[in-house]
């Protein structure tokens, strides 16, 4: 029995079906945009599934919602531009979450249409068919209002369209993609060769403008290129410098080998070096900081050596400065802590002198110290070996105002450079002799005032600058303060030991003074009393004989008179009533008459400018004892047959003279202890803020002369 053919309608359906695929999938082949495929394929989906309507969608980006790609209204009517309906809103959220084919047959029921007015028809069923790729739902094939609604068969064949959608989607993709590639690429090289283009112009710009030199270097270490900063250094274009070595360009064989070194170093190890040197240039001497960077051609192999030298001139010199500072700051530490450890100034002034050619070279140098206003004596030298003090006996002296740079230095307390000797018109210097040659005198101080100098000299004119000068300064405050040390400590050594000098010739006058006393009371009042004493036990004898007393009586009274004269002589020589009662003046007038008639001396005695107000006690008192001292030394040393005192008030000042025509002295020559009297004179001349100048020449007579105020010093004493 023969199977019976299948209805027409079903074979004429399948074929349908068939056409329908076919389109589909000639589309997808046709079409890379994705609106195009999806447009074919809804519309064979349609014709398939007999829908009215249709759309297909994507997702938005963020997946948030749908986007519809092509969209067929049919008899619905829906907007192109407008949303799609609340329901099938509804309906695609579920198939996107689900990921599965949904079909709603009954939309109609229950709710209004809110179709637009006119003929369109309402919104009856819906099948929603998901686009899934790689486990992602990315759009949506929608078909709308089919007649009797849509079936489970439906829902298999709108699957298929779908993953006919989800090829269609990919191939769009990957078409966009690789089209996006190819056009990003081609974008690429040509921003890249604009970008290379605009690098090679900035690079070309900037190592031309760069104060850097920028040289390559080949294999045999000839220049492949130079920068035109090359000029700057060795004074020729770049042109001249390409293809030539550096041996070659005229650079020391000691800077040749360092370079080349470093150069056969960074093409054997392909890594960068660095160092540094130094050429002259045409302004002068230059410093680098150099580096190399080797340069690898296609192979891998270094084929080239790229040089990168930066000036660093200023930076060297900074440290050289910074360096040559410390240096300075340490020698001055170490000179100030060698000056500070003796108090004896001859060993300070040596030490000066050998710390001093430490931060300033010289071949010869000279330390003098004003020992009086009009003289200057050598103190130390250094003889181009050695640092030598002189012996006291030794020490040259030369009157200042006979050279006029020490005179200049000594009273302005400013150092004097002289570059050349030779060419200086003034110069007179006896300590130096140099015929050319460089000179500088600086200053040294104690107490604020100059104290002297010292001169450094060197054979080669013009060596000394002004920044010698401001070393030698320093060193100059360095040492004015131990030579102020040093001076201290003499004159409080010298303090003492003439206190110690009037101490005991204190304790000699006073024993001598005792002595006196005490042979005056034995001598005289003594034995006047004795014999007066005799004399009473005669007259009381006489009387018990009852013999005459007068003349017993008449001699005793004498010789009570000669008593009591002698206690007043000897009270005058201890301390004169006169100068309590009548002053300076009267007491030194009484005192020159007994001194002469004493000591057998012609005193001629002078007063001028004395009123009748009285001196203070204690200026009257110490000029007095002045006087005194000053007679005392005449008699002693002097062998003088005349004297004149003379004492004058001039305002608010006293002066006392005693001159004599005696033997004389070399007043430089004497020793404290051999003068006892002039140290006490001096004292006494101090103690009352004055002055003792003594002028005496041998065989000429000596005159003694003491300044002081009219005023108490000590008043508030």
């Known amino acids: 029995m023969r199977n019976s053919p299948e209805p027409r309608e079903r074979t004429n359906g399948r074929s349908r079906e068939v056409a329908a695929l076919l389109s589909a999938a000639r589309a997808l082949l046709e079409n890379r945009a994705f609106a195009d495929a999806g447009r074919a394929v809804l519309g064979a989906c349609k014709a398939i599934l007999g829908a009215d309507a249709g759309f297909v969608a994507v997702t938005s980006p963020g997946g948030k919602g749908i986007e519809a790609v092509c969209l067929d209204p049919g008899s619905l009517g829906l907007p192109v531009a407008g ?33 637009p007015a006119g003929d369109h028809a309402a919104l009856e069923s819906a099948l929603l068919a998901p686009i899934v790729i790689a486990g992602d739902v990315v759009g949506l094939v929608g078909l709308i209002n089919k007649p009797g609604g849509f079936s489970a068969r439906d829902s298999q064949l709108a699957e298929v369209f779908a993953e006919m959608a989800a090829v269609a989607k990919l191939n769009s993709s990957t078409v966009n993609g690789l089209e996006k590639d190819r056009n990003g690429l081609a974008k690429e090289v040509r921003n890249g060769a604009t970008h290379l283009r605009q690098a090679e112009e900035q690079f070309k710009t900037l190592v031309e403008n760069l104060p850097d030199i920028i040289v390559r270097f080949d294999s045999t270490l000839r220049h492949l290129y130079a920068s ?51 050429l002259e240039a045409p302004d002068g001497m ?187 300064e320093t060193m100059s405050s360095q040492a004015s303060v131990a030579v102020e040390n040093a001076i201290l400590f003499e004159q409080m050594q010298a303090s003492t030991a003439r206190m110690q000098l009037l101490s005991r010739r204190l304790v000699e006058v006073q024993e001598s003074e005792r002595r006196n006393i005490a042979r005056e009371l034995h001598d005289e ?117 005349r004297v004149d005192v003379l004492t004058e008030r001039r305002g608010d000042r006293v002066l006392v003279m005693v001159e004599d025509d005696g033997a004389g002295f070399e007043p430089d020559q004497v020793k404290g202890e051999d003068h006892f009297g002039l140290l006490g004179l001096k004292e006494r001349a101090e103690a009352l803020g004055g002055t003792l100048r003594v002028e005496s020449t041998p065989g000429a007579g000596t005159t003694v002369v003491v300044e002081v105020s009219s005023a108490d010093p000590h008043s508030d004493r």
């Not at 360009?249 to 170093?265: I, P, Q, T, Y």
């Not at 005032?449 to 401001?470: D, I, P, Q, T």
Request: hydrophobic share 45%; charged share 25%; with cysteine.
């Open 83 to 115: 949303g799609l309906p609340a329901p099938l809103r509804r309906l695609c959220s579920r198939a996107a979450k689900a990921g599965q084919v949904v079909i709603g047959n009954d939309l109609a029921k229950g709710a209004v249409q809110a179709s």
């Open 228 to 278: 035109p900063a090359v000029r700057r250094l060795t004074g020729r274009p770049w042109q001249d410098v390409v293809g030539k070595t550096n041996r070659e360009l005229g650079m020391s064989s000691e800077l040749v080998k360092a370079w080349d070194a470093a150069l056969r170093r960074a093409f054997a190890t392909g890594k960068p070096e660095r160092f540094e040197f130094a």
């Open 286 to 472: 230059r410093h680098f900081d150099c580096r190399l960077v080797p340069e690898p051609g296609p192979d891998g192999a270094i084929s080239s050596v790229l040089s990168v030298a930066r000036d660093v001139t200023p930076r060297w010199l900074a440290f050289e400065a910074e360096q040559r500072a410390r240096a300075t700051a340490d020698a001055l530490r170490e000179a100030t802590m060698a000056l500070t450890r003796s108090l004896d100034r001859e060993t300070v002034l040596a030490t000066l002198l050998d710390r001093l050619r430490g931060l300033v070279p010289f071949d010869r140098a000279h330390v003098m110290l004003l020992e009086e206003a009009s003289r200057v004596s050598v103190r130390a030298i250094f003889d181009g070996n050695s640092v030598v003090p002189i012996p006291a006996e030794e020490r040259p002296e030369f009157d200042p105002t006979d050279h006029p740079i020490v005179q200049s230095i000594l009273t302005t307390g400013k150092a004097v450079l002289i570059p050349d000797v030779s060419a200086h018109p003034g110069w007179s210097l006896p300590t130096d002799r140099l015929s050319e040659g460089s000179w500088m005198g600086v200053p040294l101080f104690a107490r604020g005032s100059v104290a002297g100098l010292f001169s450094l000299a060197k054979r080669e004119a013009g060596y000394f600058n002004r920044e010698h000068v401001r070393l030698a």
């Open 525 to 641: 009042a003594g034995q006047a009393l004795a014999s007066l004493r005799f004399g009473l036990r005669l007259l009381e004898r006489e009387i018990d004989e009852g013999g005459s007393v007068t003349g017993r009586v008449t001699e005793l009274m004498q010789r009570t008179d000669a008593v009591i004269d002698g206690l007043h002589r000897l009270a005058a020589d201890l301390r004169p009533a006169s100068l309590d009662h009548l002053g300076l003046e009267a007491a030194l007038r009484q005192y020159a008459r007994s001194a002469g008639s004493k000591f057998g001396l012609t005193v001629r005695f002078k007063a001028r400018g004395f009123t009748s107000a009285r001196l203070p006690m204690a200026v009257e008192t110490a000029l007095y004892r002045v006087v005194q001292e000053a007679m005392t030394n005449v008699v002693r040393h002097a062998g003088a047959t």
